[in-house]
């Protein structure tokens, strides 16, 4: 069965960083598109990072574009979200997503950015 586990959040002042770990299994991860998405307390969840496959594509909402790096280690069967410069609008929790056939979201890991 299809598992997405997520770790790495938590509490952090604004400014610093994060590294989202997204531990996958039950599927081939390395031919998959992996994505990373966010919800706010009171708002929609949103995308805020992907990456291909083979790592030569990712994607970023404008958001967080120059602050948060996508990387994925196939070998791992692991995708991460690095988040530096963090923001107080950052305040989410972040799930780990993927379409295989349906789709499939982790249990999510909430990052507070707090002074």
């Known amino acids: 069965q299809v598992q997405l586990v997520e770790s790495g959040g938590g509490l952090v002042q604004p400014g610093g960083s994060l590294r989202l770990s997204c531990a996958a299994s039950?599927?081939?991860?390395?031919?998959?598109?992996m994505r990373w998405y966010r919800q706010a307390p009171g708002k929609e969840r949103e995308l805020v990072a992907g990456?291909?496959?083979?790592?030569?594509?990712?994607t970023y909402a404008d958001s967080v574009k120059g602050r948060f790096t996508i990387s994925r280690d196939n070998a791992k069967s692991t995708v991460y979200l690095q988040m530096n410069s963090l923001k107080l609008e950052d305040t989410a929790v972040y799930y780990c997503?993927?379409?295989?056939?349906?789709?499939?979201w982790g249990q999510g890991t909430q990052v507070i950015v707090s002074s």
């Open positions: 997503y993927a379409f295989i056939l349906r789709d499939y």
């Open positions: 990456i291909n496959s083979g790592s030569g594509y990712t």
């Open positions: 039950g599927f081939t991860f390395s031919s998959y598109f």
